[in-house]
C-alpha cells in the first residue's frame, strides 16, 4: 500500500486552488461579457416603460382635467406617478401631476 505524501497534498490543494480561481475568473469575465451585451436592451426596456407611463399618464390626467376620471383611473394615475417619479419622469408630467392634485383633480 502506499502512502501520501505531504508534497502530494500540497501539489493537489494548489492544484484544487488555482483551479477554483481559474473558474471564478472565467464565470466573472462570462457575467461581464453577458451584462455588456444586455445593456442596450435594458436601456430600451426603460425607454419603453417611461414612454408607456408617460402617455398613461398624459391620458389620465386629462380625464382629470375635464371631470371624466373615476376612482379606480384616480388611484391608477397615483401609482403610475410614483413609478414614473422614481424612474427620473420629465418635469412637465410632474408639474402637471402636481397642478392637478392641488386643484382635487386627480
Request: no cysteine; charged share 25%; hydrophobic share 40%.
Given at each position: ?10 501539489d493537489?490543494i494548489?492544484?484544487i486552488?488555482a483551479?477554483a480561481s481559474?473558474?471564478?475568473a ?6 461581464k461579457?453577458?451584462k455588456?451585451?444586455l445593456?442596450p436592451i ?5 425607454n419603453e416603460k417611461?414612454?408607456?407611463l ?19 383611473q384616480r388611484?391608477?394615475?397615483?401609482e403610475?406617478?410614483?413609478v414614473?417619479?422614481?424612474n ?8 402637471k401631476?402636481e397642478?392637478l392634485h ?5
Open positions: 500500500m502506499e502512502s501520501i505524501t505531504l508534497g502530494e497534498v500540497k493537489t494548489v492544484f486552488v483551479l481559474g473558474i471564478v472565467l464565470y466573472s469575465l462570462l457575467m461579457g453577458i455588456t451585451q445593456e435594458n436601456e430600451e426596456l426603460h417611461m414612454n408607456r408617460k402617455s398613461d399618464l398624459t391620458t389620465l390626467m386629462y380625464l382629470a382635467e375635464t371631470g371624466a376620471i373615476s376612482n379606480e388611484i391608477l394615475a397615483h403610475e406617478y410614483d414614473y417619479v422614481e427620473r419622469g420629465n418635469s412637465y408630467i410632474h408639474d401631476f397642478s392641488k386643484e382635487g383633480k386627480i
